[in-house]
């Protein structure tokens, strides 16, 4: 059997994040998080969400609204540290982009979302909107 790198299952744990996201699945999104650790989530614009029952109440508000986002996430980067591990990425939506940093523990011999945080970031794509003759923007 091949044993899968703490990093790969700590991406695969953030995948499976942003496809329950994604897919609006919520048993998968209630699998994500962990269940003995004390969890927060802070969605863009909102107050902290202290504790299991209070973020897993958002996301099922979230994931029952039929005008949820399509969202994708993008250069994601592992920091591990013993175990714990933060993964920052780029929240793709069809607005524009959040930054968003993920921090798992191992709990129950699985990885597990304990903080969510998205919040605004340099849009990356706004230069390529920047005149290409050298014009001046008015």
């Not at 703490?6 to 699945?25: G, K, M, P, S, V």
């Not at 994500?32 to 973020?55: E, F, N, S, Y």
């Not at 993008?74 to 013993?82: C, F, I, M, T």
């Amino acid at each position: 059997a091949v044993i899968m790198s703490d990093e790969q299952a700590i991406l695969d744990a953030n995948q499976a994040f942003y496809t329950a996201f994604a897919t609006r699945d919520m048993t998968m999104m209630e699998q994500v998080w962990a269940c003995d650790a004390p969890i927060c989530c802070i969605h863009p614009g909102w107050a902290p969400l202290l504790g299991r029952r209070a973020v897993i109440e958002s996301w099922a508000a979230i994931l029952s609204d039929p005008g949820a986002l399509d969202i994708a996430c993008g250069d994601a980067q592992v920091s591990q540290h013993g175990q714990s591990a933060v993964v920052v990425c780029r929240e793709m939506l069809p607005q524009g982009q959040l930054l968003a940093s993920n921090l798992f523990v191992h709990e129950n011999g699985a990885w597990r979302l304990v903080h969510h945080h998205a919040g605004p970031g340099p849009q990356l794509a706004a230069a390529s909107a920047a005149p290409t003759d050298g014009g001046a923007l008015h």
